[in-house]
C-alpha cells in the first residue's frame, strides 16, 4: 500500500476550514502563525526553512501569501520548495487584484463599497487591498493585513523565480489560482486537479 500523501496547509487558520476535494484521503498538516487555531505547527511561513526537508507532497497556501511584504514572498516560496519532495507542487490561492480594478472602474465603486459578500460577510475593496477589516479589529493583529498583491502574471513571475517551472494559473471570482510543481506532473495529479493532459 502506498503511503498516505501529506500536504502542509500554510496558514489556513484551522482544519475546520475544508481542504479542496483533490486533497481527500491526505494527511493534513496545518502550519499558522496564530496559536488560536490549534495548528500542527506554530510557525512564521518566512521560517519554513527551519523545518526538516523534504517531508511534503504539496504545500497549499490559500489567502495567504499577501500577508507578506513583496519582498518577503520570494523567501516564503522558498520555504515552501525547501519542505516539498522532489516530485511535489506548490498550491495558492489570492485575491486578483487585476480583477479587483477592473471590477472597481466599470462599477463606479469606492473603497468602502461592497465588492463581492463571502461566508464571513460582505467584502469591501478595502478588506480585499490592504485585509479583512473586521478581523483586524476583533484580532489586533497586524499580521491579518494585507501587505502586497497579485495579478495572474504577477503570481507566475514570482512562482517562477521560486525555481518552479511547469505552472498551472487560472482566474475567477477575484482570485487567481496557481498550481506550480518541481516536475511535469502526472496523469492522476492532472485528473485530481482538472489540469490539462501534457
Given amino acids: 500500500m502506498a503511503p498516505m500523501k501529506r500536504v502542509l496547509n500554510v496558514g489556513g487558520n484551522s482544519k475546520a476550514i475544508g481542504l479542496p476535494a483533490p ?3 491526505w494527511q493534513q498538516v496545518l502550519l499558522d502563525i496564530d496559536p488560536g487555531g490549534a495548528p500542527d505547527i506554530v510557525c512564521d511561513a518566512r521560517e519554513l526553512h527551519s523545518l526538516p526537508a523534504p517531508q511534503f507532497d504539496a504545500v497549499y497556501c490559500s489567502h495567504n501569501l499577501e500577508h507578506f511584504h513583496r519582498h518577503e514572498v520570494p523567501r516564503v516560496l522558498q520555504g515552501f520548495v ?17 480583477a479587483v480594478m477592473r471590477e472597481v472602474q466599470s462599477r463606479g465603486l469606492d473603497l468602502e463599497d461592497v465588492l463581492y459578500t463571502s461566508d464571513a460577510g460582505p467584502i469591501t475593496v478595502l478588506d480585499v487591498l490592504y485585509g479583512y477589516g473586521p478581523e483586524i479589529e476583533r484580532s489586533g493583529q497586524a499580521y491579518f493585513a494585507h501587505k502586497t498583491g497579485f495579478t495572474a502574471r504577477s503570481l507566475a513571475r514570482v512562482v517562477k523565480q521560486a525555481g518552479l517551472r511547469h505552472l498551472f494559473v487560472a482566474t475567477a471570482s477575484f482570485e487567481v489560482m496557481c498550481l506550480a ?5 502526472d496523469p492522476p495529479t492532472r485528473q485530481a486537479f482538472g489540469l490539462p493532459a501534457a
Avoid: N
Wanted: charged letters at 25%; proline letters at 12%.
Fill in 181 to 185: 510543481f518541481l516536475k511535469e506532473p
Fill in 82 to 98: 525547501h519542505v516539498l519532495r522532489p516530485d511535489g507542487f506548490i498550491h495558492l490561492r489570492v485575491p486578483d487584484l487585476g
Fill in 23 to 25: 486533497y481527500a484521503g
